[in-house]
Structure formats: structure tokens, C-alpha cells
T-cell receptor, first 113, second 113 residues
Framework: GENVEQHPSTLSVQEGDSAVIKCTYS??????FPWYKQELGKRPQLIID?????GEKKDQRIAVTLNKTAKHFSLHITETQPEDSAVYFC????????????FGQGTRLTINP | DTAVSQTPKYLVTQMGNDKSIKCEQN?????MYWYKQDSKKFLKIMFS???????INETVPNRFSPKSPDKAHLNLHINSLELGDSAVYFC????????????FGSGTRLTVV
């Protein structure tokens, strides 16, 4: 089955700097890659996603890139702000009768003022 | 107004007890899920239902039994609770069984003592 590896597990950056989180997946049939943000004690919330027919997608300060050949995808956050502090999860979607999201292990991002 | 609602939010119970968690979505989605988030924040799928039909059943002890009375509801019953069942359980739903992001419920923090 699908396996998603996410790095780093923790990331600390200065406010205003950029943050990059990287994921790799194993199943070449996966074709949908969402990113979720989970604040302390809250539910995971979808922040951006990308499909396999697209190499890059941007939404204001966040962007996601996908390299299908290498089975890599990354989340880029620019001009980081304190409210960006959270745990971020990447995921890859496979179809096993229904959509099945397999999540990475999560990255705890801390923005230092 | 809550799109995916779970009850209860917190559940503290003794080993050996049986408990249920309820989930309801008002988004008109066809597919619902149960995920378990352990103490290390790892999100792992347990079950998936599409229009009341069990689609995905991961390697979960048979003490866990999901039930879907209709496509808007997915409940989780756990028998003979063990210490290792302590976790946050998230219900989620998606609009289509092909590659759309999930909407998560607020989670149920289960503590077994």
C-alpha cells in the first residue's frame, strides 16, 4: 500500500523567513496530494492541494510543488507569521474502492518572533 | 452549522468498558471515515463508508465496529477498551469517492484509565 514520508518532523524559523516541508510517496498511482494544518487541540484543516496533472500551485503565501517522476511534493510558506505555527500534514490519495488519504507523520512548525 | 460534528468531545473511561462515538455530517457527502490520531500525532485511517457501505477496513481490532445508519451518520463502537485505545478519533467526510479533500470533525479525545 501507499507510504508517505514527511520531513522534517520539527521546524523552527524566524518570523518573516520561509519554511519548506517535504514529502515522498511510494504508490505511483496516487494522483491527489493535499496539505493539512492542525493547530493545537483543533481539527486538521485543508490549506492547499495539488493534482498530478499540475506541477505547482500557489495560494497567497503558500505554494505546493509536485515532482511525479521522483514522487516528491513540497509545501512552501513564505513571509511566515506567528499564526503559521501548527502541525502540518501532507497526504497522498489512493483509490481502494473509495478515496483513501494516507498521511505523513506531520511537521511541527514553530515561528519565532 | 457545524459541517462534521462528533460527540462526545472528551471521553474518559475505564479499561474493559464499551463506548460509542457518534459522527454526523450535513455536507451531503457520500463518503465518511474514521481516523485515529495517536500521541505522536500520526493520523491513520481505520474505516471508510460510502453511502452506508463499508469500503475500507484497515487492520483494526474487531473490538472496533463502525455503523452507518445512513450516509450522513457514521458511528464507532468500541468494546472492551484497552489502555492503547487512548487517542483522538477523527471523523471525516468527502464529497466524492475520487480524490477530494476531507472535512474533519472536531475530534473525540478518548482516555482509557
Amino acid at each position: 500500500g501507499e507510504n508517505v514520508e514527511q520531513h522534517p518532523s520539527t521546524l523552527s524559523v524566524q518570523e518573516g523567513d520561509s519554511a519548506v516541508i517535504k514529502c515522498t510517496y511510494s504508490d505511483s498511482a496516487s494522483n491527489y496530494f493535499p496539505w493539512y494544518k492542525q493547530e493545537l487541540g483543533k481539527r486538521p484543516q485543508l490549506i492547499i492541494d495539488i493534482r498530478s496533472n499540475v506541477g505547482e500551485k500557489k495560494d497567497q503565501r503558500i505554494a505546493v510543488t509536485l515532482n511525479k517522476t521522483a514522487k516528491h511534493f513540497s509545501l512552501h510558506i513564505t513571509e511566515t507569521q506567528p499564526e503559521d505555527s501548527a502541525v502540518y500534514f501532507c497526504a497522498a490519495s489512493t483509490i481502494q474502492g473509495a478515496q483513501k488519504l494516507v498521511f505523513g507523520q506531520g511537521t511541527r512548525l514553530t515561528i519565532n518572533p | 452549522d457545524t459541517a462534521v460534528s462528533q460527540t462526545p468531545k472528551y471521553l474518559v473511561t475505564q479499561m474493559g468498558n464499551d463506548k460509542s462515538i457518534k459522527c454526523e455530517q450535513n455536507l451531503g457527502h457520500d463518503t465518511m471515515y474514521w481516523y485515529k490520531q495517536d500521541s505522536k500525532k500520526f493520523l491513520k485511517i481505520m474505516f471508510s463508508y460510502n453511502n452506508k457501505e463499508l469500503i475500507i477496513n484497515e487492520t483494526v481490532p474487531n473490538r472496533f465496529s463502525p455503523k452507518s445508519p445512513d450516509k450522513a451518520h457514521l458511528n464507532l463502537h468500541i468494546n472492551s477498551l484497552e489502555l492503547g485505545d487512548s487517542a483522538v478519533y477523527f471523523c471525516a467526510s468527502s464529497s466524492d469517492w475520487r480524490n477530494y479533500g476531507y472535512t474533519f470533525g472536531s475530534g473525540t479525545r478518548l482516555t482509557v484509565v
